[in-house]
């Protein structure tokens, strides 16, 4: 079975620098959710998204931004690298069934950011 | 507020043996989700299992179980027959719609340790 995919896998940037990091969902599956996980960290919610629209935000920092394109695939934007951004970036989807909170999350491999 | 908490950081089990992984969850909303999943070491999240709040019946998926007490608000993951491959960390994690969307909250993760 198709999973969520993410590219790229590692990413090394530099502090100050920018990063894009993509995620394409498992196919039929519209809802998307940016994760962020520290070293020895349980991953915490960035930002989410239902059709192309943002549908919740989490402690995502003014210099990430995210966006969900119309094939439902999502980029998650980061600026002003700092050294604590550092961290395994997940993305999940989900499909609605009845729109209430049963929708298993499938997480992608994740993004692993190191920033130097 | 709605929290998860996994109280053993550690643990470790004998090869084929049974082990239970604890959680325990607090929400108001009576419409939720509870999961679990795996993350080797090698980083990705593996959906395991899933309860939701008005399940009759304990989930059970090949080896893993969900031992699901709702007045005690306890959502406990036992895994049956434990083999090596099962080392890992494994986290609870809650959804509900009392946010109006369906992010997961995390618990801090229980490491799982099988021996040969």
């Known amino acids: 079975a198709a999973g969520v995919i993410q590219s790229p896998r590692h990413l090394i940037k530099e502090k100050r620098e920018t990063a894009t990091l993509k995620c394409y969902p498992i196919p039929r599956h519209d809802t998307v959710y940016w994760y962020q996980q520290g070293p020895g960290q349980d991953p915490q919610f960035l930002i989410s998204?239902?059709?192309?629209?943002?549908?919740d935000k989490g402690s995502i920092p003014d210099r990430f931004s995210a966006q969900q394109f119309s094939d439902y695939h999502s980029e998650l934007n980061m600026s002003s690298l700092e050294l604590g951004d550092s961290a395994l970036y997940f993305c999940?989807?989900?499909?609605?069934?009845?729109?209430?909170?049963?929708?298993?999350?499938?997480f992608g491999p994740g993004t692993r950011l190191t920033v130097l | 507020a709605q929290k998860i908490t996994q109280t053993q950081p550690g643990m470790f089990v004998q090869e084929k043996e049974a082990v239970t992984l604890d959680c325990t969850y607090d929400?108001?909303?009576?419409?939720?989700?509870l999961f679990w999943y795996k993350q080797p070491s090698s980083g990705e999240m593996i959906f395991l299992i899933y309860q939701g709040s008005y399940d009759q019946q304990n989930a059970t998926e090949g080896r893993y179980s969900l031992n699901f007490q709702k007045a005690r608000k306890s959502a406990n993951l036992v895994i049956s027959a434990s083999q090596l491959g099962d080392s890992a960390m494994y986290f609870c994690?809650?959804?509900?719609?009392?946010?109006?969307?369906?992010?997961?909250?995390f618990g801090t993760g229980t490491r799982l340790k099988v021996l040969a």
């Open positions: 998204f239902y059709e192309k629209m943002q549908s």
């Open positions: 999940a989807s989900s499909r609605p069934t009845s729109g209430g909170p049963t929708d298993t999350q499938y």
């Open positions: 929400t108001s909303d009576p419409s939720y989700g």
């Open positions: 994690a809650m959804r509900d719609s009392s946010s109006g969307t369906y992010k997961y909250i």
